[in-house]
């Protein structure tokens, strides 16, 4: 029984210091570092936003191809006139296709760009709005291409 122990208690201790370096090599860094920064910038700007009463839409679904993307953005229910838009837009899986556009104002309130989309995919969209070239809102999308 002894001999059982002798050999089972050192493949123990090397599989856990095995695991252990292995997770250590291998962090992806789902710890944010500046948490408390990062967070306290969030809510200020969601504070912001809930304050201006600011609402952006997105459209429901995309498709691979071309997308012509259409966002709404109001304040209180009024057109925000003298705002800027951009628009990201990423795939999960890769960053090599992750863009930025501009968005055109088309009329108050309703901005368009066109977007496209390569492939099928959980594609990640953020509009951000911007005046005086300060951040107002950022509000974040999951679409599920088909």
């Known amino acids: 029984m002894k001999l059982f122990f002798y050999i089972v208690y050192p493949i123990f201790f090397f599989a856990m210091g095995c695991g ?10 789902l710890v944010d570092n500046n948490y408390y920064e990062n967070s306290s910038r969030y809510f200020q700007a969601k504070a912001t936003e809930e304050k201006l009463g600011i609402a952006l839409s997105l459209p429901d679904t995309l498709k691979p191809g071309d997308n012509v993307i259409r966002v709404n953005a109001t304040s209180h229910g009024k057109p925000l006139g003298n705002v800027a838009l951009s ?26 760009t066109t977007a496209t989309i390569p492939f ?24 599920d291409v088909k």
């Open 87 to 112: 628009l990201f837009i990423g795939n999960l899986s890769s960053t090599l296709y992750d863009s930025t556009m501009i968005m055109q104002k088309l009329s108050p309130g309703i901005y368009q």
């Open 20 to 29: 252990i370096y292995i997770a250590y090599k291998s962090a992806d860094g």
């Open 120 to 143: 099928k995919g959980v594609w990640f969209a953020r509009v951000d709005l911007k005046q005086q070239q300060q951040l107002i809102a950022s509000k974040k999308w999951f679409f």
